[in-house]
């Protein structure tokens, strides 16, 4: 009797083994994806453009845009695994007022000299340097940072000012991501 009932034991522990685990995985998974379709979802519903600022922005298929909790700010969103460190996002903040200059020339002028006082630092694992993006209404002047420790770049931001805009716009995230940031902020109309 007592050998009937540990080979029912056996039997559950393997049943429960075989359909929990590849429900967990299932879970895990869908966990990770539920940002990539959240985002095809978004573009189902809006298209490939975002409102922002009053401008509109060209979304690659993995972006979305959010409404921030803040006054006036957008969020855009890129999908990623759910356990991505940097998940990559741009930032549209309402300027400061003072922040932003009132011609190109000044405004490329701050922006450079921002990055040559950073780079005077002590801290060798970040560095500066300048990205000028073209848009159609007006030019982007931003400052990149990279943080890099023993040899790895780890994160990318990108803080960019127009000549008397009342927007700032900024990148925050993977290295890897950098450049599809730049096209879309490239892409302002």
Same mark, same amino acid.
């Given at each position: 009797?007592?050998?009937?009932? !540990?080979? %029912?034991? %056996?039997?559950? %522990?393997?049943?429960?083994?075989?359909?929990?685990?590849?429900?967990?995985?299932?879970?895990l998974?869908?966990?990770?994806?539920?940002? $990539?379709a $959240?985002?095809?979802?978004?573009?189902?519903?809006? =298209?490939?453009?975002?409102e &922002? *600022? *009053?401008?509109?922005?060209?979304?690659?298929i993995?972006?979305?845009?959010?409404?921030?909790?803040? $006054?006036? #700010?957008?969020?855009?969103?890129?999908?990623?695994? !759910?356990?991505t460190?940097? %998940?990559?996002?741009?930032?549209?903040?309402?300027?400061?007022? =003072?922040? #932003?200059?009132? #011609?190109?020339?000044?405004?490329?002028?701050? #922006?450079?000299?921002?990055?040559?006082?950073r780079?005077? *630092?002590?801290?060798?694992?970040?560095?500066?340097?300048?990205?000028?993006?073209?848009?159609?209404?007006?030019?982007? $002047?931003c400052?990149?940072?990279?943080?890099? +420790?023993?040899?790895?770049?780890?994160?990318?931001?990108?803080?960019?000012? +127009?000549?008397r *805009?009342?927007?700032?716009?900024?990148?925050? =995230?993977?290295?890897?991501?950098?450049i599809?940031?730049?096209? &879309?902020?490239?892409?302002?109309?």
């Open positions: 009797m007592a050998n009937i009932l !540990a080979r %029912k034991g %056996k039997r559950r %522990k393997w049943m429960v083994l075989i359909i929990v685990a590849p429900a967990m995985v299932l879970g998974l869908c966990l990770d994806l539920r940002r $990539y $959240y985002a095809a979802t978004w573009h189902c519903l809006h =298209g490939d453009y975002a &922002i *600022g *009053g401008h509109r922005v060209k979304l690659p993995f972006w979305w845009k959010q409404d921030a909790h803040a $006054y006036d #700010t957008s969020l855009l969103v890129r999908a990623c695994l !759910a356990n460190i940097n %998940k990559p996002e741009i930032i549209v903040s309402p300027a400061i007022p =003072g922040e #932003t200059r009132d #011609t190109d020339e000044e405004e490329l002028r701050a #922006t450079q000299d921002d990055i040559s006082s780079n005077r *630092g002590s801290n060798p694992r970040t560095s500066s340097s300048l990205v000028v993006l073209h848009t159609r209404p007006f030019t982007l $002047y400052k990149k940072e990279n943080i890099v +420790v023993s040899g790895i770049d780890l994160d990318s931001n990108l803080f960019c000012h +127009v000549a *805009g009342p927007y700032l716009f900024s990148y925050d =995230g993977s290295p890897s991501r950098e599809e940031a730049e096209s &879309i902020l490239s892409s302002l109309e």
